[in-house]
């Protein structure tokens, strides 16, 4: 149980162009998800808390323009990366809090998106 | 959230046990030890979880010491798809409704044939 579905696993797009990431939460209601980023060779970082019905809280120094966070339903979560540009490109992955102990958070398989 | 500390790296041979430590001394009482792991290319998976006790699951072991100052992850016998990096979290709560998990560098385990 609790699985996050997350897609497409890999985008190339041209600078200036956006890229819609989709996260779904196949069998369980997210009332948050997460987005994290990674960069080769380093952790993961957070970029945004997305709460469904509401606005995301955004980390200091992610910028919620360029960012676009949706969590319109208790099963999808879509970020937007507008404008992207060759440093936008990166690991971009989603979690779902699922609020059930051993599945307290569950991880999406990642984005791996290059913007040429 | 309490920082936690792990070694950069480690080695292990294939079959035999990897005993993954983490240092996480300011844990407050209301935190839970997450272990996470994150092949290369994919995102974190789930592995344990613990608050005091001793855990076992399907994958690993989970040791708390008394004072809940440090843990330590064991993988009873290592194949080479454990390769990974590792991830040992703390944090109040265990549902998702608690915050977000804030990862550090892990440990990067290699198993070797």
């Known amino acids: 149980g609790a699985v996050v579905s997350q897609h497409p696993s890999w985008v190339i797009c041209k600078s200036g162009t956006s890229v819609k990431i989709e996260c779904r939460s196949l069998?369980?209601?997210?009332?948050?998800m997460f987005w994290y980023r990674q960069f080769p060779k380093q952790s993961l970082m957070l970029m945004a808390t997305?709460?469904?019905?509401?606005?995301?809280?955004?980390e200091q120094g992610v910028e919620k323009d360029k960012f676009l966070i949706n969590h319109a339903s208790l099963t999808l979560s879509t970020l937007t990366v507008t404008s992207a540009h060759p440093e936008d490109s990166s690991f971009y992955i989603c979690s779902a809090g699922t609020g059930r102990g051993r599945y307290g958070y569950t991880f999406g398989s990642g984005t791996r998106l290059t913007v040429v | 959230d309490a920082k936690t500390t792990q070694p950069t790296s480690m080695d292990c041979a294939e079959g035999r046990a990897a005993n993954l430590p983490c240092n996480h001394s300011t844990i407050s009482g209301n935190e839970y030890v997450y272990w996470y792991r994150q092949i290369h290319s994919q995102g974190p998976q789930y592995i344990i979880h613990?608050?005091?006790n001793n855990e076992t699951n399907e994958m690993a072991s989970l040791i708390i010491t008394e004072d809940r100052k440090s843990s330590t992850l064991i993988l009873p016998h290592a194949t080479l798809r454990d390769t990974a990096v590792y991830y040992c979290?703390?944090?109040?709560?265990?549902?998702?409704?608690?915050?977000?998990?804030?990862f550090g560098k892990g440990t990067k385990l290699s198993v070797k044939p």
């Open positions: 979290i703390v944090r109040v709560g265990y549902g998702g409704s608690q915050g977000n998990l804030i």
């Open positions: 069998d369980f209601q997210a009332t948050t």
């Open positions: 613990g608050l005091k």
């Open positions: 997305s709460n469904e019905g509401s606005k995301a809280t955004y």
